[in-house]
């Protein structure tokens, strides 16, 4: 378990350009399943979610190649249809490769996946909508059976609009007989970029991002080359690192549009945020003004995945101001940690109140999860003295070498193995 020593009391000033989302790349990944012709998927950033999915569908007999920031992969040669516990223990995203799989080779067999610790994370979402496209499902000791030998399209209503969910249903639908339809979808730009991958690979897919998905069958899929969008959630978290921190930081290669929620919001705080194409720059001095209310929402909603950060930001803002996390039920992990650092939050069931304070002390604190990971990093700047990192691998999932990102914009951050 690595960790992170931070030296705290730098403003954050320079630029950093953003590369591919890591919740769009697991998807495509899994995607890829659905052809036996390569596929080159670009600008992908060095994360162990992505190293620990390659595993995967090489576990599943498929050929994977990195080249810097290039993944190629080639599934021509599909040996198992299975993804075993140790595996997908490692990751949530292990589990929308059922649909893929479906898709492929009519036959799965995959272990609950395991991934951050942020609530209870059923999976009954995705079974209820995979059963009602046809597939016989039995789950036992852990295991999902799945057989697919009647896998069709079919009309298909979320309860909630879950991202993995409605990836797994429209991978499963591409090769399907007949027009399957989504409805109550996710909206997320990750949902959209996996459309057009998918179509890219010659499926047809249509909708994505308006909450209805509909996918016509198609009896085969081609590769193709793809760049992903890049990663809205990198880049909300390098922002409200300059807003905490104070400084002037430049994004590039960012899709503003896909970042509203939060350019809204800071908006409303006493940073300046100003937007050219693919760049945003922000500038931010002295104590951010806090909001006095953030809910997490589904996109195009406030994203539950900045909401550590957005904590961070609010423990030193002016004024008290109120989060609740509609998303996860126990995605407060980091109130514990920051509270060691002389923030003050109390939490309530879903709500954390959060009463500003002029400073944060440097501390011995513990990642527990990916985002909250980050957001510590984040205090651990705005605060004074030092702070160590524990569990700093749980950032690595996310974010590429955070402590060098940070660093090229002035922070002094080192990596304790
Ligand atoms: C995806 O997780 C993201 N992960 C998460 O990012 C993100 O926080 C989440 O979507 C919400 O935006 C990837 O894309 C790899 P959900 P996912 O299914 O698909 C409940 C990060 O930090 N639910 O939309 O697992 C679930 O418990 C990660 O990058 C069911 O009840 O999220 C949760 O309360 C963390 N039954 C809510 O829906 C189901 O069958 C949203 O979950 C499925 C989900």
Redesign the pocket.
């Known amino acids: 378990m690595s960790k992170l020593l931070v030296k705290g009391g730098s403003s954050l000033n320079g630029e950093v350009r953003i590369k591919g989302a ?2 769009a790349i ?1 998807p495509i990944l899994a995607a890829t399943v659905l052809t036996e012709e390569e596929c080159v998927i670009r600008d992908v950033p060095h994360l162990t979610d992505i190293a620990n999915m390659l595993r995967i569908i090489e576990g599943l007999g498929a050929k994977c190649l990195v080249e810097q920031d290039v993944i190629t992969v080639k599934n021509d040669d599909l040996t198992s249809h299975n993804v075993p516990t140790d595996l997908a223990k490692e990751l ?2 292990s589990f929308f490769l059922l649909g893929p799989i479906l898709g492929r080779m009519r036959r799965a067999v995959v272990a609950y996946p395991g991934g ?1 610790d ?9 079974l209820k909508g995979l059963r009602e496209m046809g597939i016989a499902i039995e789950e036992s000791h852990g295991m999902i059976y799945c057989d697919g030998g009647r896998l069709k399209g079919a009309d298909v209503a979320l309860d ?1 609009p ?4 409605t990836e797994n249903l429209m991978m499963a639908a591409v090769l399907a007989k007949g027009t399957t339809r989504i409805t109550n979808a ?1 909206k ?1 730009p ?1 949902i959209v970029d996996l459309q057009n991958f998918l179509n890219a690979m010659g499926a047809k897919v249509s909708g994505a991002g308006s909450g209805r998905i509909t996918v016509e069958g198609v009896p085969k899929m081609h590769g193709c080359t793809y760049t992903p969008i890049p990663d809205r ?1 990198v880049a909300g978290t390098l922002l409200i690192a300059g807003a905490t921190c104070g400084g002037n930081v430049c994004i590039t290669n960012a899709v503003p549009e896909h970042l509203e929620p939060l350019l809204f919001k800071m908006s409303k705080s006493t940073c300046v945020i100003s937007q050219q194409s693919d760049r945003i720059s922000l500038s931010a001095s002295g104590r951010p003004r806090g909001f006095d209310k953030l809910e997490t929402q589904p996109y195009p909603g406030f ?3 900045l909401q550590s950060q957005m904590m961070v930001m609010m423990s030193v803002a002016e004024g008290t101001g109120v989060i609740v996390e509609n ?2 039920e126990t995605r407060f992990r980091i109130v514990r940690e920051l509270t060691k650092m002389g923030a003050m939050i109390t939490v309530k069931d879903r709500a954390a109140v959060i009463r500003g304070v002029k400073r944060l002390e440097g501390a011995a604190v513990s990642a527990g999860d ?2 909250g990971g980050a957001a510590l990093v984040i205090a651990g700047v705005r605060a004074d003295g030092y702070t160590v990192i524990d569990h700093a691998n749980y950032i690595d999932r ?1 974010y590429e070498s955070i402590e060098k990102t940070f660093g090229a914009l002035g922070a002094e951050i080192k990596r304790l193995e």
């Open positions: 890591k919740n697991l949530r995203s951050c942020i609530g209870v994370r059923p999976l009954d979402i995705h909630f879950s991202v993995g969910a996710a997320e990750e959630i994203p539950t995945d998303i996860f990916l985002r996310g």
